[in-house]
């Protein structure tokens, strides 16, 4: 149950968001522009590492939102359960790993990124952008994971509401819009 009232329909962060809607247009606008902005990494490839970092915090709600918009965007489901639970032998590029090595490493405690793992990047094709990017969504994933626990929000147990929600997330993004959730 949460720490604070919340409206049932609205699980995870969405309820939260809904909650101070001051706080969320900066959120889902940074969220947007990480996400699916302009950028050399997929779409997929960032739901990717927002999914490695909710999985290593343990944030059931965001690992499994994130690893079914994941899903929308890669070609084969198995990849972001592959990512989670054995990432050397996931399917991806050795860039794509490396940079999801730096992401894992971000969600622990930022300190614990190493030149070795910033130069195995860039050996494998890392740009400074994406490295960057990587970081930060890392980073920000890491708030919404403690965010979303903190508050001891509603976490759906039914696999076919993140199937909906990943499919919502892949059509809209994350801004808001007055249907958004009309389809959870």
């Not at 290593?56 to 989670?84: M, S, W």
């Not at 054995?86 to 794509?96: E, F, H, K, M, Y």
């Not at 190493?114 to 740009?127: F, N, R, S, W």
Request: proline share 6%; charged share 25%; aromatic share 6%.
């Amino acid at each position: 149950m949460p720490y604070i009232p919340l409206k049932e329909n609205l699980p995870g962060i969405t309820g939260l968001l809904d909650y101070r809607l001051d706080t969320a247009l900066p959120i889902r606008q940074l969220t947007h522009i990480l996400l699916r902005g302009e950028s050399t990494l997929t779409e997929g490839e960032r739901e990717l590492i927002a999914t490695i970092v909710s999985n290593g915090n343990e944030c059931r709600f965001c690992t499994a939102a994130h690893t079914a918009a994941a899903n929308q965007y890669l070609d084969d489901p198995a990849i972001a359960e592959k990512v989670k639970t054995d990432l050397d032998a996931a399917p991806v590029s050795d860039r794509i790993k490396a940079l999801l090595v730096i992401a894992r490493a971000v969600g622990k405690n930022g300190r614990l990124v190493t030149p070795d793992m910033v130069e195995t990047a860039k050996a494998h094709g890392a740009t400074d952008r994406e490295l960057h990017d990587t970081v930060l969504i890392a980073a920000l994933f890491s708030l919404y994971n403690r965010y979303v626990d903190g508050l001891a929000t509603v976490t759906p147990s039914d696999p076919a509401f993140y199937d909906r929600l990943g499919h919502i997330l892949k059509d809209k993004g994350y801004l808001p819009s007055p249907d958004r959730y009309a389809t959870l």
